[in-house]
Nanobody, 122 residues
Framework: QVQLVESGGGLVQAGGSLRLSCAAP????????MGWCRQAPGKEREFVAG????????YYADSVKGRFAISRDNAKNTVDLQMNSLKPDDTAVYYC???????????????WGQGTRVTVSS
């Protein structure tokens, strides 16, 4: 079992930036991949970004490419999502996710955090 705890959500104006962080306290499988998904009101959960164990593989949804950047620190068991040029359409609950097998580019991750809310005002 992998426990994930998100932080860093909040309210920001369009064009602004936020940085989300996810910590995985306790024992974490050495090969776990990590990522972020989001769920907007009334919509299904969608993939946002994912990163491989070593960090060489980084994947993004088309809607966030060039604006969001995912990174991880394996020594600290953390993964961050830097979000720039935010738009009202980015408003959602953002979930940290992990998987023991592969970086997923869909919402089918194995482990989930509780989520952190991001609201982008116009």
């Amino acid at each position: 079992q992998v426990q994930l705890v998100e932080s860093g959500g909040g309210l920001v104006q369009a064009g602004g930036s936020l940085r989300l962080s996810c910590a995985a306290p306790g024992r974490t499988p050495s090969s776990v991949t990590m990522g972020w998904c989001r769920q907007a009101p009334g919509k299904e959960r969608e993939f946002v970004a994912g990163i491989s164990w070593g960090g060489a593989g980084r994947y993004y949804a088309d809607s966030v490419k060039g604006r969001f950047a995912i990174s991880r620190d394996n020594a600290k068991n953390t993964v961050d999502l830097q979000m720039n040029s935010l738009k009202p359409d980015d408003t959602a609950v953002y979930y940290c996710a992990a998987d023991p097998r592969t970086v997923r580019t869909d919402p089918g991750w194995t482990y989930w955090g509780q989520g952190t809310r991001v609201t982008v005002s116009s």
